[in-house]
Every structure is written in structure tokens, then in C-alpha cells.
């Protein structure tokens, strides 16, 4: 990709008082020409690059830049090999490998491929993750559209959407765009999403309503839940909401009070704390684990 050669190449000059276009070009396995036609990029973007001709030539940064290695500074550079390293848990190893070799100019560089932040955006899904990201990618970059099964609380659906971003949000990756069926924005998460395949037609880019690029507003959780727990399972609430999600009752149990976005996922969140967790509000969602409860203890008679 050109605009990751780019990259690749001023991280080089920004890191080496001078190199040639042989060696720039091995570097990034293209022709002289394609780099001399990259120089020229960087030139016309503003950043004075000299060339010297003869023995001992070669290509640098002209002396007295003012910008100099602010550009991208070393903390910088590591920012973007943790997100590189990030992405590169849900796709192709080989191509991540090779971005990351080229903003890493030799072994005397500033940026030490040896980033100590590990990300991991894929967990145990990524098998299934990497070609639906792939996939959803091309049909963005095509402006194609793409099919797919969709599984939810209502059950089975069949939807073709006009794919605009992948997002990875509240842990969980979706894919954002137009719904033909539903003729409206909406977000779909990818670990639901089956058989998917890439349309041959393509689509004419819409323009994204403001309110709709708030990708929180996808996911609303404007429910509220009212919960008690024992206080065994303090760490638990700690870890999903964090360290003042609670306050502490007067018998020593904890009480929650937040939102949700779907309810059933709640419930099952709830019915994961066993006889630990009690619902006070809403009243319909106790009742439903209560029915749930019932129908526990009658498989097991």
C-alpha cells in the first residue's frame, strides 16, 4: 500500500542521516522508480528531501527541518505498532509483519519492535473474525454490498446492508452501515453474524447523519437495572463496571444500579451469579428469572 510505504520511508529518513534508493528500494520490494515517485509524494506534502548524486550519495532530510523527528516521535511510532500489533490479531499475519518490519529501520532504531502493550482483538473467535473483517473490508474499499444470517432475541433473520466501518466497540467487533431491508443505520455484531457473503452489486455512498456517527447511540443502554450481590462477588461487578459501580447496604450486600442495552444477555449475565445475584428492578425481569429458576430445578428432577 502506498500510503504505508510513505510511512515506512520517512520513518527511515527521520531515523538515518542518509540512504539510497536501492537500499529503500530492497527495503520495500519495489522498483527504483516507484521510490523515486514516493520522494516526490513526500516533497509535495512539504517535507524538504534532498538527493545527492555520486560517491557516498543518496537521500536524506535537508539539515535545519524544523519539524525533525516531532513528526513522529518515538512514542508515537510505538502507538502505532501496539495498534498495528492489535489488528494484527484479526488479520493477516504476514501483511501486519511487514508493515511493522517497515517502520522499523534497523536494529539501532528509536522504536523497539518489542512494543511492551499487547493487544489482542480476537480472543477464541479469531478463526471466524479474520475472513468476515476481510471480507466486510474489500466490500467497504468496493463499495459493494454483502449479505448475511443474522442471529438475535427475535430469532433468524436474512439481511443485505451497504457495509460504510468495522468497528470494535464494548469489546466486541460489528460492522456498521445502511440496512436495505430495514432502510435505516444500523450496526450488526459480527460473533452473530453467519454466512456471510460479498455481493456482486455495488452501492452509491450515502452521507452519514451526525447523530449517526455516535456509535454509542447503536447501543444504547437507557434500562435501568437494580440488582443485589454478595459480597463474594464484588471482584465480578469490579471487573464489568468498574471500581464505584456499587454502593454497600446496611446488611453488607452490594447494590448495582446501571443500564442495559438487551435483555437477555442481561438475564444471563444475572443467572451467572447463582443464587448470589437478586433482581429488584425491573419487577418483569425477577419474574422471568424466577421462571427460569422453575424450569432449572424441573430438568434436573
Given at each position: 500500500?502506498?500510503?504505508?510505504?510513505?510511512?515506512?520511508?520517512?520513518?527511515?529518513?527521520?531515523?538515518?542521516?542518509?540512504?539510497?534508493?536501492?537500499?529503500?528500494?530492497?527495503?520495500?520490494?519495489?522498483?527504483?522508480?516507484?521510490?523515486?515517485?514516493?520522494?516526490?509524494?513526500?516533497?509535495?506534502?512539504?517535507?524538504?528531501?534532498?538527493?545527492?548524486q555520486?560517491?557516498?550519495?543518496?537521500?536524506?532530510?535537508?539539515?535545519?527541518?524544523?519539524?525533525?523527528?516531532?513528526?513522529?516521535t518515538?512514542?508515537e511510532?510505538?502507538?502505532?505498532?501496539?495498534?498495528?500489533?492489535?489488528?494484527?490479531?484479526?488479520?493477516?499475519?504476514?501483511?501486519?509483519?511487514?508493515?511493522?518490519d517497515?517502520?522499523?529501520?534497523?536494529k539501532?532504531?528509536?522504536?523497539s519492535?518489542?512494543?511492551?502493550?499487547?493487544?489482542?482483538?480476537?480472543?477464541?473467535?479469531?478463526?471466524?473474525?479474520?475472513?468476515?473483517?476481510?471480507?466486510?473490508?474489500?466490500?467497504?474499499?468496493?463499495?459493494?454490498?454483502?449479505?448475511?444470517?443474522?442471529?438475535?432475541?427475535?430469532?433468524?433473520t436474512?439481511?443485505?446492508?451497504?457495509?460504510?466501518?468495522?468497528?470494535?466497540?464494548?469489546?466486541?467487533?460489528?460492522?456498521?452501515?445502511?440496512?436495505?431491508e430495514?432502510?435505516?443505520?444500523?450496526?450488526?455484531?459480527?460473533?452473530?453474524?453467519w454466512g456471510?457473503?460479498?455481493?456482486?452489486?455495488n452501492?452509491?455512498?450515502?452521507?452519514?447523519?451526525?447523530?449517526?456517527?455516535?456509535?454509542?447511540?447503536?447501543?444504547?443502554?437507557?434500562?435501568?437495572?437494580?440488582?443485589?450481590?454478595?459480597?463474594?462477588?464484588?471482584?465480578?461487578?469490579?471487573?464489568?463496571?468498574?471500581?464505584?459501580?456499587?454502593?454497600?447496604?446496611?446488611?453488607?450486600?452490594?447494590?448495582?444500579?446501571?443500564?442495559?442495552?438487551?435483555?437477555?444477555?442481561?438475564?444471563?449475565?444475572?443467572?451467572?451469579?447463582?443464587?448470589?445475584?437478586?433482581?429488584?428492578?425491573?419487577?418483569d425481569?425477577?419474574?422471568?428469572?424466577k421462571?427460569?429458576?422453575?424450569?432449572?430445578?424441573?430438568?434436573?428432577?
Amino acid at each position: 500500500m502506498k500510503l504505508d510505504r510513505l510511512l515506512g520511508i520517512l520513518t527511515i529518513l527521520l531515523q538515518n542521516k542518509r540512504v539510497t534508493a536501492p537500499q529503500l528500494a530492497e527495503k520495500f520490494e519495489v522498483t527504483r522508480r516507484t521510490i523515486g515517485r514516493d520522494i516526490d509524494a513526500l516533497c509535495r506534502t512539504g517535507i524538504p528531501i534532498v538527493t545527492y548524486q555520486g560517491g557516498g550519495g543518496g537521500i536524506s532530510i535537508a539539515d535545519g527541518y524544523k519539524l525533525d523527528k516531532s513528526i513522529l516521535t518515538a512514542d508515537e511510532l510505538s502507538s502505532i505498532i501496539a495498534a498495528l500489533k492489535g489488528i494484527g490479531s484479526v488479520s493477516e499475519k504476514s501483511q501486519v509483519e511487514r508493515t511493522l518490519d517497515k517502520l522499523s529501520a534497523n536494529k539501532d532504531t528509536v522504536v523497539s519492535l518489542r512494543e511492551p502493550i499487547v493487544i489482542d482483538l480476537a480472543s477464541h473467535y479469531k478463526g471466524s473474525l479474520a475472513p468476515k473483517i476481510k471480507i466486510i473490508k474489500q466490500a467497504v474499499l468496493e463499495q459493494r454490498l454483502i449479505e448475511f444470517d443474522y442471529y438475535y432475541e427475535k430469532g433468524q433473520t436474512r439481511r443485505r446492508i451497504e457495509p460504510y466501518f468495522v468497528i470494535f466497540q464494548w469489546t466486541a467487533w460489528y460492522v456498521f452501515g445502511f440496512c436495505l431491508e430495514r432502510q435505516d443505520w444500523r450496526m450488526f455484531k459480527l460473533t452473530r453474524l453467519w454466512g456471510l457473503q460479498l455481493c456482486g452489486e455495488n452501492y452509491t455512498l450515502r452521507e452519514i447523519p451526525p447523530e449517526r456517527r455516535d456509535f454509542n447511540a447503536h447501543l444504547p443502554d437507557n434500562k435501568k437495572l437494580v440488582a443485589l450481590f454478595e459480597p463474594s462477588v464484588k471482584y465480578q461487578l469490579i471487573e464489568t463496571y468498574g471500581l464505584n459501580c456499587f454502593t454497600e447496604t446496611q446488611d453488607g450486600r452490594l447494590r448495582l444500579e446501571t443500564g442495559y442495552t438487551n435483555r437477555d444477555y442481561t438475564i444471563s449475565w444475572l443467572l451467572g451469579f447463582g443464587n448470589k445475584a437478586k433482581v429488584i428492578e425491573p419487577i418483569d425481569m425477577a419474574d422471568e428469572i424466577k421462571r427460569i429458576a422453575k424450569k432449572i430445578i424441573q430438568n434436573y428432577k
